[in-house]
């Protein structure tokens, strides 16, 4: 039972005697601003319906957040040479910091307002789109600054 105890206690002696250099270093980077980047392939043929919807119902609403606050910006990317199964566009958006639910369910509403626009109407309006422009996927990035 003696020589348990001591191989504990040296055990756990040598556990905090040892260097520690991951615990004892800090990160160079502190979290900035997120960047959600989606993806969007467009049919052949259907590019003006698309840059036509950009250019005013989207457009109008992400001024419409940038207006309130939530958004530091927005922009949109042309994928000029794009490689095969690679969307066409980015559509760029930044903000700060990312809403709670409660906040979430205050900004829907807002937009629903805004647009006049029921979330049933909304997303008919999505599905008509789809025919003809596919979401490839959204990532959400985070700036990274140095220290």
Same mark, same amino acid.
């Given at each position: 039972?003696? #020589?348990v105890r001591l191989a504990v206690l040296a055990a756990f002696t040598l556990a905090f005697a040892a260097p520690l250099p991951a615990l004892a270093q800090n990160d160079p980077f502190t979290g900035g601003d997120y960047m959600s980047v989606t993806g969007v392939s467009i049919d052949d043929g259907h590019y003006l319906d698309y840059a036509t919807f950009l250019a005013g119902y989207y457009k109008a609403q992400e001024d419409f957040a940038v207006k309130q606050g939530w958004q530091t910006g927005w922009e949109i990317l042309s994928n000029v040479n794009p490689r095969k199964g690679e969307p066409d566009l980015?559509?760029?958006r930044r903000f700060k910091s990312i809403p709670d639910g409660a906040e979430g369910e205050r900004r829907a509403q807002m937009i629903r307002d805004n647009v006049? &626009? #029921?979330?049933? &109407? $909304?997303e008919a309006a999505s599905g008509n789109r789809a025919k003809f422009r596919h979401v490839d996927?959204? $990532?959400l990035l985070q700036v990274m600054k140095m220290k």
């Open positions: 039972m003696k #020589s980015y559509l760029i006049k &626009q #029921s979330d049933a &109407q $909304m996927g959204t $990532m």
